[in-house]
């Protein structure tokens, strides 16, 4: 770790993968560790035990670091859970790397994230440094990241004044500026889509804390850094997920990233890259899903994950 930069590791009931999280934030062995681990489920009898097994693996820290713990009694959820731990994070760092069970990082991610924390971390409309590419790689004409104006949180890092811009009851959405805000910030078919989950989170019909950190991002004006070549990959797109149970093209590898980095000369996202990733993010199929109404959008993407659960071949 190239600076001092404390890491985050959000956790609830998958031992093995937050297992498999920690052994590569062993690697970058970050002098400060936060860990923070949500409650069980009360209609879930497994939960208990997954809850207590992801906890003794979040115990063995095979390196020599200051640890904090925010072990949850009860469950808070995917809004409340996330968002406190971050919270939490943020009250006793400047900055920080978060990374939930689910996101495993390449060797790079963590001096990527430090460098560029460091970079631009007076520079107010850069809110969050991403780990994350859709398309594994992207040509970025010898840069080493672009700028977006999306949330790449699966693996990511922040600093407390952006966050403090979070506003986990969404109340920037029902003023009608902020809304020409974000219009004017989002393509026709973006908006209908984002303001659809906004719709949902607002309302209380979805438990998700990264819709409202997009819509902060969008209402301040903010911007993401994006990597030219990932540096994190999910795994947790199976019947264990909570929003992530079937990707159509699984999990996107991670890269190396060439060092030293070359930065970009302008902080303006590039329009066909940001066509480009919406179009990757949001198929022809889900596009047409969310024109439905929700309760219909639910049924299908129930369907969906059934029949993705009835074709997914067998683990070894």
């Known amino acids: 770790m190239p600076a001092d930069v404390a890491v985050l590791i959000v956790a609830f009931n998958r031992p093995d993968k937050t297992r498999r999280v920690l052994e590569a934030v062993r690697a970058a ?15 879930v009898p497994s939960d208990a035990e997954l809850c207590a097994a992801t906890r003794r693996v979040l115990e063995q820290i095979p390196w020599p670091c200051e640890v904090r713990r925010l072990y949850r009694p009860t469950n808070l959820g995917c809004k409340r859970g996330v968002a406190g731990a971050i919270d939490w994070l943020l009250t006793h760092e400047e900055s920080g790397i978060i990374l939930e069970d689910d996101c495993l990082p390449g060797p790079d991610f963590f001096p990527f994230c430090a460098e560029l924390l460091d970079r631009y971390r007076d520079d107010s409309d850069v809110m969050m440094i991403g780990g994350f590419n859709d398309f594994g790689s992207w040509d970025a004409a010898g840069d080493s990241y672009l700028f977006t104006h999306t949330a790449p949180i699966w693996g990511w890092a922040t600093w407390r004044s952006a966050w403090d811009r979070y506003d986990p009851a969404m109340r920037a959405w029902a003023d009608s500026e902020a809304r020409a805000v974000v219009r004017s910030r989002t393509s026709a078919a973006e908006y209908r889509l984002f303001g659809g989950k906004f719709d949902g989170v607002y309302e209380g019909r979805i438990d998700s804390w990264g819709f409202a950190w997009t819509l902060a991002i969008l209402v301040s004006g903010g911007l993401s850094v994006m990597p030219a070549d990932n540096l994190v990959t999910n795994i947790g797109f199976d019947g264990e997920a909570t929003h992530t149970r079937w990707r159509r093209e699984g999990e996107v590898p991670t890269r190396r990233m060439p060092w030293p980095l070359r930065h970009p000369t302008s902080t303006t996202p590039d329009e066909a890259f940001e066509r480009a990733l919406f179009r990757k993010r949001f198929a022809v199929g889900r596009r047409l ?18 029949l993705a659960a009835a074709v997914r071949p067998a683990a070894p």
């Not at 002098?31 to 009360?42: F, V």
């Open 29 to 43: 062995a970050p002098r400060r560790l936060y860990l923070a681990a949500d409650g069980p489920r009360a209609h």
């Open 289 to 306: 899903v969310a024109a439905l109404p929700p309760p219909a959008q639910e049924r299908v993407r129930a369907a969906v994950y059934r």
